[in-house]
T-cell receptor, first 114, second 112 residues
């Protein structure tokens, strides 16, 4: 009965590889987000999708490509991984039609690029 | 550019102390201000404030928003070691590109 889940929790990979992180929410929310949290704990939005439609793309490199097959899922694919991509990636969701900004976060995926 | 600034960046206190965490913001299309607590994993929601001057309270935690001066404070009274965490302030926007803009957080350490 986890509300927002992400897989994997940990990902260790070499520079240049391609990897994906998956996110699912069972809250019936219509909007999902990806955030990147750096080593200094600064949480910054990357993307948001509302009902499978891209709403926000915050100057993220083209190597990052989100995909939303349906409104309960938002996956993040990263091509040609670089050292600077090492961070914790959080997925979140909200109900836009509620008029509330409250977002629920997943447990995070710690990505380490060697 | 939207900006949220928290202070102090870190704070070390003893159990039983009272702490005040600050958050100021400059954001277009402001809708609400939110406080989250982050321990080892995901940020967990504490409060959402939309109106000035109305205090929100949950146990030993309370928060208030001043929309004229563009800031909020989070108070924790009678701190406990379990309050040790990073406290994140975020401002929620409205309109087509709704999002949360986060501050860098305040790392609170409560020593026994």
């Amino acid at each position: 009965d986890t509300a927002v889940s992400q897989t994997p929790k940990y990902l260790v990979t070499q520079m240049g590889n391609d990897k994906s992180i998956k996110c699912e929410q069972n809250l019936g929310h219509d909007t999902m987000y990806w955030y990147k949290q750096d080593s200094k704990k600064f949480l910054k939005i990357m993307f948001s999708y509302n009902n499978k439609e891209l709403i926000i793309n915050e100057t993220v490199p083209n190597r990052f490509s989100p995909k939303s097959p349906d409104k309960a899922h938002l996956n993040l694919h990263i091509n040609s991984l670089e050292l600077g991509d090492s961070a914790v990636y959080f997925c979140a969701s909200s109900l836009r039609t509620s008029g509330s900004n409250e977002q629920f976060f997943g447990p995070g995926t710690r990505l380490t690029v060697l | 550019e939207d900006k949220v600034v928290q202070s102090p960046l870190s704070l070390v206190v003893h159990e039983g102390d009272t702490v005040t965490l600050n958050c100021s913001y400059e954001v277009t299309n402001f809708r609400s201000l939110l406080w989250y607590k982050q321990e080892k994993k995901a940020p967990t929601f504490l409060f959402m404030l939309t109106s000035s001057g109305i205090e929100k309270k949950s146990g030993r935690l309370s928060s208030i928003l001043d929309k004229k001066e563009l800031f909020s404070i989070l108070n924790i009274t009678a701190t406990q070691t379990g309050d040790s965490a990073v406290y994140l302030c975020a401002v929620g926007t409205q309109g087509g590109s709704e999002k949360l803009v986060f501050g860098k957080g305040t790392k609170l350490t409560v020593n026994p």
